[in-house]
C-alpha cells in the first residue's frame, strides 16, 4: 500500500505562493519575480562583484587607478601595507602591526578575487556574499568612519556612521537573502547540482 503526501499550497490576495505553514516562497526562476526587481537584484551583484574584481587586478599589476605600477603585487608591492598602515581607530594597533605581512597580503587578495568572481558568474553567492560582507566590516574598523581625523589631519569622512562599507555590506545581504531571483543563468545551473540542492548554504 502506498500513501501519496500531497503539498497544500495557499496564495494570499496578492497571488503569493505560501505553503501550510504559511512561509512565503520565493520563485526558483527570476520569470516568476517582479522585473524590475530582478534587475536591481543582479545590477547589484554584479557591481558589487565587478568592484571586488577590479580592486584584485588593480592591486595585482598596478592598472593606474588606486594603484600605481611600480606598487602591483606582482612587482613586490605589497596589497595591504599601505592601506592598514594608515589604519585609524581602535584597532589601529592590531591593523599597523600586521600591515604588508605576507599571509595578510595572500588572504586578502584571494578574498576580492572568490569574492569577485562568486558575485560576477552568480555561483556560490551565499558564501561570496558572507566573506565580501566580513572583508568591508574589517575595512570599515579599518577607516573608522567616526573620527573626523587621522593622523592629525581631516579623515575626510562625512557621516559618522555610514560610508561605502555600511552601504556594500547591507547590499551584500540583500543580494544572499534573495539569490534565488538575482544569481543569473550560471546560478540557476549551479543551483540544480545535488549537492548544492542539499546544501542552500551552497547557492
Do not use: C
Not at 92 to 119: C, E, H, K, R, T
Not at 146 to 171: C, K, L, R
Amino acid at each position: 500500500m502506498s500513501v501519496t503526501i500531497e503539498r497544500v499550497i495557499h496564495r494570499d490576495v496578492a497571488g503569493e505562493a505560501y505553503d501550510a505553514q504559511s512561509v512565503p516562497l520565493l520563485p526558483s526562476k527570476p520569470e516568476g519575480a517582479p522585473r524590475w526587481a530582478v534587475i536591481g537584484l543582479v545590477g547589484l551583484r554584479l557591481a558589487i562583484g565587478f568592484e571586488f574584481l577590479w580592486a584584485f587586478f588593480d592591486k595585482t599589476f598596478g592598472l593606474g587607478y588606486a594603484t600605481p605600477t611600480a606598487h602591483a603585487w606582482i612587482n613586490g608591492g605589497s596589497p595591504t601595507k599601505g592601506f592598514l598602515s594608515g589604519a585609524i581607530g581602535p584597532l589601529q594597533g592590531v591593523y599597523n602591526s600586521i600591515a604588508g605581512a605576507p599571509v595578510v597580503d595572500w588572504l586578502f587578495m584571494l578574498g576580492l578575487l572568490g569574492v569577485g568572481l562568486a558575485l560576477v558568474l552568480g555561483v556560490a553567492v551565499r558564501a561570496g556574499a558572507v566573506s565580501g560582507a566580513l572583508m568591508l566590516a574589517l575595512m570599515y574598523l579599518a577607516v573608522w568612519v567616526p573620527s573626523t581625523t587621522a593622523g592629525g589631519q581631516p579623515s575626510g569622512s562625512t557621516n559618522p556612521i555610514v560610508d561605502e562599507h555600511i552601504v556594500g555590506i547591507f547590499g551584500l545581504i540583500v543580494i544572499a537573502a534573495l539569490v534565488n531571483w538575482g544569481g543569473g543563468y550560471l546560478g540557476r545551473k549551479w543551483a540544480s547540482l545535488p549537492v548544492v540542492k542539499r546544501n542552500a548554504w551552497l547557492r
